[in-house]
């Protein structure tokens, strides 16, 4: 179901921290296909049942991918392009709104 395509910067690579744990993903990505390619399925847990979830339509239109990335919460992972240093945590329960 998740599948590369070839791209001009293929072999470019970043380094990207998620919940401490370094990993290598290829500079182009969204922050979402770099979890998905190194395992990670699981981007948060609904306010009410802690249920698990994960990216689905990879379009922005579902919000099941939303990260903390680099301090700032209710980010798309799927929108947001990977960059050397990047730091990703996964989002647990109610998350507060600014206005």
């Given at each position: 179901m998740f599948a590369y395509l070839k791209r001009p910067e293929e072999g470019r690579t970043v380094t990207i921290e998620y919940e401490g744990r370094k990993l290598i993903a290829r500079?182009?990505?969204?922050?979402?296909?770099?979890?998905?390619?190194?395992?990670?399925?699981?981007?948060?847990?609904t306010p009410v049942s802690q249920s698990p979830r994960g990216p689905w339509c990879m379009m922005g239109a579902?919000?099941?991918?939303?990260?903390e990335i680099?301090?700032?919460p209710n980010r798309q992972g799927c929108q947001v392009t990977v960059v050397e240093g990047m730091t990703v945590r996964s989002q647990q329960g109610a998350r507060r709104v600014s206005p």
């Open positions: 500079a182009g990505d969204t922050v979402a296909a770099a979890l998905l390619a190194s395992g990670i399925d699981r981007f948060r847990t579902c919000f099941d991918c939303l990260l680099d301090g700032v």
